[in-house]
């Protein structure tokens, strides 16, 4: 099965630095999502990236996707404290009908 | 818009118990899901159902039970609460079950097995 996983577990920086959360998959994909998770809610989508595109924008959200090395990155500018939070990437599996999660980066950002 | 609703929010339960999580949603979405999440595990697959009456199982699904009788809710029993066992689980939904889906999560119910 496909696995998708984030290469830190915790990153903390101050409000308005940037800050990246780094992504490796296994094998070949259509998509690869970002999710994130408030304490106490679900996860909710932050940006989808298909395999043919290389980058994808979302405010201050920015998603890079590199087949070739099958790695994905999220970085947010200007991070505020609101942006604490678990950020996890997700592949797809199961005969491309659900999600595979990676384990998540918890991102803290202080004032 | 639509939203997701998962009762209860928190379940406490004995050891050996059946447990049973429900989920609801307004999106008229085909299909969900039910993960279960543990500290430092991220989210995994239990269960997903692509339209009424049908059950997929996931990597996960040892222990548990799922039921679909309508489009717009998912059940989830826990066959066999394990003693310390602590976990939130995660129910979710999307537009058909193809691989570019966006998830749509619900606020998880948190359970506490003592």
């Known amino acids: 099965s496909q696995l998708a996983e984030e290469n830190l577990w915790a990153l903390s920086v101050h409000e308005g630095e940037s800050v990246t959360v780094n992504c490796s998959y296994k094998t070949s994909i259509t998509a690869l999502q970002w999710y994130r998770q408030k304490s106490g809610e679900g996860p909710a989508q932050l940006i989808l990236i298909r395999s043919n595109e290389r980058e994808k924008r979302n405010g201050r959200l920015r998603a890079t996707l590199d087949t070739s090395s099958q790695s994905s990155s999220l970085s947010i500018t200007a991070t505020r404290c609101e942006d604490t939070a678990v950020y996890f990437c997700a592949t797809e599996g199961q005969g491309g009908r659900a999600l595979i999660f990676g384990t998540g980066t918890t991102v803290s950002v202080s004032p | 818009g639509g939203i997701i609703t998962q009762t209860p929010k928190f379940l406490i339960g004995q050891e050996g118990q059946k447990l049973t999580l429900k989920c609801q949603q307004n999106?008229?979405?085909?299909?969900m899901y039910w993960y279960r999440q543990d500290s430092g595990k991220g989210l995994r697959l239990i269960y997903y159902s692509i339209t009424e009456n049908d059950l997929q199982k996931g990597d996960l699904s040892e222990g548990y039970d799922a039921s679909r009788e309508k489009k717009s809710s998912f059940s989830l029993t826990v066959t066999s609460a394990q003693k310390n066992e602590m976990a939130v689980f995660l129910c979710?939904?999307?537009?058909?079950?193809?691989?570019?889906?966006?998830?749509?999560f619900g606020p998880g119910t948190r359970l506490t097995v003592l």
């Open positions: 979710a939904s999307s537009i058909m079950g193809f691989n570019y889906a966006e998830q749509f």
């Open positions: 999106f008229n979405h085909d299909t």
